[in-house]
């Protein structure tokens, strides 16, 4: 059973156009949440967090949005770029405030095209 | 800082041999996560200390499975006997509480290949 959902596997967005993932998740105990990035051989980087008390997070060219009552998360990428191609790994957790693993969606790789 | 340390980056062994993975964390955070990425199953959490004790081992998949801390910079997860199913890439990570506990930083991982 997935707690946390990325339903597009892939996604394809030309250059300087918004790049928007989106996450489901089905835990109402899961309070802070976290995108994460992935090239090929390296091991997933920290990008974005956003705690459940905000439906909103920004970040230079990222925004995370939540919205509690619909159990979805979004990132925002804006404007896209050639670098930002990589696998996009939504996470949430369940201890505000504390140490605790986390669960991971599947991932949306993200293919920027110039 | 060097970052999360994992070794070794890459194993190819037997099964039914026995398999040690390490990791060393960031220097001066006290919390330490493995996870295991497969294509089926995607990145899962397998166990995590606080402070070299363990919190949560609920994720490691079978006996054959045991990680230790025996001190804050230093961890290993192995796996005695090694079967194909166990062929993954194996992540370690850590994170300190202050800069928000849930923010943890990864190693690069070690790919598993169990023939």
């Known amino acids: 059973d997935q707690q946390v959902k990325q339903n597009s596997p892939s996604l394809s967005v030309q250059e300087g156009r918004i790049s928007i993932l989106n996450c489901d998740y089905t835990?109402?105990?899961?309070?802070?949440f976290l995108w994460y990035k992935k090239y090929p051989a390296e091991g997933p980087t920290f990008l974005i967090s956003?705690?459940?008390?905000?439906d909103k997070n920004e970040d230079g060219r990222f925004t995370v949005f939540l919205n509690k009552s619909a159990k979805h998360l979004s990132l925002h990428i804006v404007p896209s770029q050639p670098g930002d191609s990589a696998v996009y790994f939504c996470a949430a957790s369940a201890i505000r405030g504390g140490a605790d693993g986390l669960t991971f969606g599947k991932g949306t790789h993200l293919i920027i095209q110039p | 800082d060097a970052g999360v340390i994992q070794s070794p980056r890459h194993e190819v062994t037997e099964m039914g041999q026995e398999v040690t993975l390490r990791c060393k964390p960031i220097s001066g955070h006290n919390s330490l996560f493995w996870y295991r990425q497969t294509m089926m199953r995607g990145l899962e959490l397998l166990i995590y200390?606080?402070?070299?004790?363990?919190?949560?081992d609920s994720g490691m998949p079978e006996d054959r499975f045991s990680a230790k801390m025996p001190n804050a910079s230093f961890s290993t997860l192995k796996i005695q006997p090694s079967e194909p199913r166990d062929s993954a890439v194996y992540f370690c990570?850590?994170?300190?509480?202050?800069?928000?506990?849930?923010?943890?930083?990864f190693g690069p991982g070690t790919r598993l290949t169990v023939t």
């Open positions: 200390f606080n402070n070299n004790v363990p919190i949560d």
């Open positions: 990570a850590s994170s300190h509480p202050s800069g928000g506990a849930h923010e943890q930083y």
């Open positions: 956003i705690s459940s008390i905000k």
């Open positions: 835990n109402s105990m899961f309070d802070y």
